[in-house]
């Protein structure tokens, strides 16, 4: 586990904006793991910077997202494929058939999830894994006690990250349940993971994934296992942590 830490937001986003340019520049045909939330919306738009300006190229790539809501159809606007759609792929040359995300609203929630699971390792396997965290220290909507073991499957939204999240939906009461998301498994599987956590809301989970004990309770500790794992934080995420390896942008 590589763990870099750059001084402020931007200079963190900017980071893991090239080491995804990076890998679609080396691989035109990357097949990318993509994340969703607050923290990847700089990403994106550094990423649609960088196609526009500098010519970066999509149109081989494939991609597949971590996760999506149960219930939630592709043109709900809280659904996560319209937040890609918006936010990414309708801003790239990226052939909107080579993206993926699980279809929330499928009527065999399970088949969707084994049909996801074989999507991707028909691919070839995911090359570069982009995450978040959350503040239970989940990683994709893997909650505490998710086996390390786990494939994409169905799982049920805990209270804080239903708190969390609920002021997208309009409050709690209209936040979904459950969610589709890969599994720590699946995830472990990528060639190359890159988590990027900022913020001091960030800090003490931070410091729990990278200095502590490797734990289902802290799903993002299996991270300590991969062994092509970038951290990338901020000066205020990584203030927790009693270890520490600086580097600056390359």
């Known amino acids: 586990m590589e763990v870099i830490i750059q001084p402020n937001t931007d200079a963190a986003?900017?980071?893991?904006?090239?080491?995804?340019?990076?890998?679609?520049?080396?691989?035109?045909?990357?097949?990318l793991g993509l994340a969703t939330g607050r923290t990847m919306e700089s990403v994106y738009g550094r990423l649609v910077q960088l196609h526009r300006t500098e010519g970066l190229d999509f149109s081989r790539c494939c991609s597949f997202n971590?996760?999506?809501y149960v219930g939630?159809?592709?043109?709900?606007?809280?659904?996560?494929?319209?937040?890609?759609?918006?936010?990414?792929?309708?801003?790239?040359?990226?052939?909107?058939?080579?993206?993926?995300?699980?279809?929330?609203?499928?009527?065999?929630?399970?088949?969707?999830?084994?049909?996801?699971?074989?999507r991707i390792q028909e691919s070839g396997g995911i090359d570069l894994q982009l995450l978040g965290i959350g503040q239970t220290g989940h990683i994709g909507f893997n909650e505490p006690l998710s086996p390390w073991n786990s494939r994409t499957r169905v799982v049920t939204l805990v209270a804080e990250t239903i708190r969390q999240n609920a002021s997208l939906f309009g409050g709690a009461d209209k936040m979904p349940r459950h969610a589709i998301t890969m599994g720590v498994a699946t995830i472990l599987e990528s060639k190359k993971c890159v988590l990027l956590a900022t913020g001091t809301a960030k800090a003490r989970i931070v410091a729990q994934t990278i200095e502590g004990t490797a734990t289902t309770s802290i799903p993002a500790t299996a991270l300590q296992l991969h062994p092509h794992c970038t951290i990338v934080l901020d000066e205020a995420a990584a203030g927790e942590l009693s270890r520490t390896r600086r580097r600056s942008q390359d």
């Not at 043109?75 to 319209?82: E, P, Q, T, V």
């Open 66 to 68: 971590l996760d999506e």
């Open 13 to 31: 986003v900017e980071l893991v904006s090239q080491l995804i340019a990076r890998e679609v520049r080396a691989n035109p045909r990357a097949i």
């Open 72 to 118: 939630l159809r592709a043109d709900d606007k809280h659904s996560y494929r319209h937040y890609m759609n918006r936010l990414f792929f309708n801003q790239v040359n990226i052939d909107l058939r080579n993206t993926h995300l699980p279809d929330g609203a499928a009527a065999d929630l399970e088949t969707e999830c084994q049909l996801y699971e074989r």
